[in-house]
């Protein structure tokens, strides 16, 4: 079982990062429909069969973010 709310994460990340749910649909080149589909599906950002394994091994999964660092470069 996935231990992480990710439709609350993802509009959690929004806010932080002052962006909507559109304009990081457009940032990453899908339609909000499609973003707001994987968002609200359980199984839409993590692969389910991936999750099953790790069930039958006996665990749940919780993932963690971590804010990559700003590289003066890009």
């Not at 599906?41 to 069930?55: A, L, R």
């Amino acid at each position: 079982m996935i231990k992480n709310n990710i439709e609350k994460d993802i509009k959690i990340k929004c806010v932080e990062a002052d962006t909507t749910q559109a304009a990081l649909a457009e940032k990453i080149g899908k339609t909000v429909q499609y973003v707001n589909r994987i968002v609200k599906k359980d199984d839409g950002v993590v692969n389910k069969t991936f999750i099953q394994m790790m069930e039958g091994l006996g665990y749940d999964i919780r993932l963690i973010y971590e804010k990559r660092e700003e590289n003066d470069n890009e």
